[in-house]
């Protein structure tokens, strides 16, 4: 099983230049997110999507965007990429549950793409 | 605002030793879940245990034990008898009540086993 599947997985771009990330799962899922990771400061959200059509705003949402199109396609777009973004970023899914705040309903994760903007 | 608290940046642990990783979180909601993440150094994030915060008793999988604590809005990770394999960051994570299954991070743990 492919799970949560992220690409390109890394890149490096200059300031300014634009990018987008692939976010794929084939689990079904109705929830996606996308994370980025930074040294000391764990995982903060950037977006997240409860369902094919919907983004919504996560912690630090700045400088992206997002589309979910389909499904099982959750994208993460630079548009004009700065230093402060390089990082480590991770896509994640969830099922949906009867009541999204019950049960563990823990997030799958993919494996990360590595992005360095200089 | 919630927030999520891992204290230990890093952690030296002897192979066959049990090692606790400290988290305490502060939130006002009645409910709410607690997830405790491993990332090796390959990168990839790996779920380990949940607590919901109405659970009765503390979480157990395998090796991996939660010692929840509501009142004192702990969530301690304990890992029994350690394994070189052990050795990657840990996340505590929190589920806020009603938000849409989004997790909020520590900074994480760094804990390496030594033989």
């Known amino acids: 099983n492919a799970g949560v599947t992220q690409t390109p997985k890394f890149r490096v771009l200059k300031t300014g230049q634009s990018m987008t990330l692939l976010c794929a799962q084939d689990m079904n899922h109705e929830y996606m997110y996308w994370y980025r990771q930074d040294p000391g400061m764990g995982l903060r959200l950037i977006h997240y999507s409860v369902g094919e059509g919907t983004t919504a705003k996560g912690e630090v949402p700045d400088g992206y965007n997002v589309s979910r199109l389909k499904k099982q396609n959750f994208l993460l777009g630079l548009e004009s990429a700065a230093p402060s973004q390089t990082s480590v970023y991770f896509c994640?899914?969830?099922?949906?549950?009867?009541?999204?705040?019950?049960?563990?309903?823990?997030?799958?994760f993919g494996e990360g793409s590595r992005l360095t903007v200089l | 605002a919630q927030k999520i608290t891992q204290t230990q940046p890093g952690m030296f642990v002897q192979e066959k030793e049990a090692v606790t990783l400290d988290c305490t979180y502060d939130?006002?909601?009645?409910?709410?879940?607690l997830f405790w993440y491993k990332q090796p150094s390959s990168g990839e994030m790996i779920f380990l245990i949940y607590?919901?915060?109405?659970?009765?008793q503390n979480a157990t999988e395998g090796r991996y034990s939660l010692n929840f604590q509501k009142a004192r809005k702990s969530a301690n990770l304990v890992i029994s008898a350690s394994q070189l394999g052990d050795s990657a960051m840990y996340f505590c994570a929190m589920r806020p009540f009603d938000s849409w299954g989004k997790l909020q991070f520590g900074a994480g743990t760094q804990v390496v086993v030594t033989p």
């Open positions: 994640a899914s969830r099922r949906e549950g009867t009541v999204p705040s019950v049960g563990s309903g823990e997030l799958f």
């Open positions: 607590q919901g915060s109405y659970d009765q």
């Open positions: 939130t006002s909601d009645p409910s709410y879940g």
